[in-house]
Nanobody, 124 residues
């Protein structure tokens, strides 16, 4: 099992930047595909970015070129650098993991472990 704790959420103006962190503990971190999801009010949880066990990254079209997923295996920490933020990026952002490798952006139903989420609010 792995436990996930997000941090770094907050409020910024449109055009600004935020970096989310996800600290993982428990089982060996590098055995999991890691991903960031988000859920806006009234909408389904959607995949934002994923990094496979082999380090391959995949992004949703809506964030390509603006968001960067990365990880520090020594610190067991996943990151999401978010630049050029837009009001439509407002959501609760979740860190997630699964044992099965990720070859593309996974669905939220396919993930095994979740953090509690971090609220990101973008004001225009």
């Amino acid at each position: 099992q792995v436990q996930l704790v997000e941090s770094g959420g907050g409020s910024v103006q449109a055009g600004g930047s935020l970096r989310l962190s996800c600290a993982a503990s428990g089982s060996s971190y590098n055995r999991y595909c890691m991903a960031w999801f988000r859920q806006a009010p009234g909408k389904e949880r959607e995949g934002v970015a994923t990094i496979s066990r082999k380090g391959r990254t995949t992004y949703a079209d809506s964030v390509k070129g603006r968001f960067t997923i990365s990880q520090d295996n020594a610190k067991n920490t996943l990151y999401l650098q978010m630049n050029s933020l837009k009001s439509e990026d407002t959501a609760v952002y979740y860190c997630a993991a699964r044992a099965e490798e990720c070859w593309w952006l996974p669905t939220y139903r396919s993930m095994d472990y979740w953090g509690k989420g971090a609220l990101v609010t973008i004001s225009s």
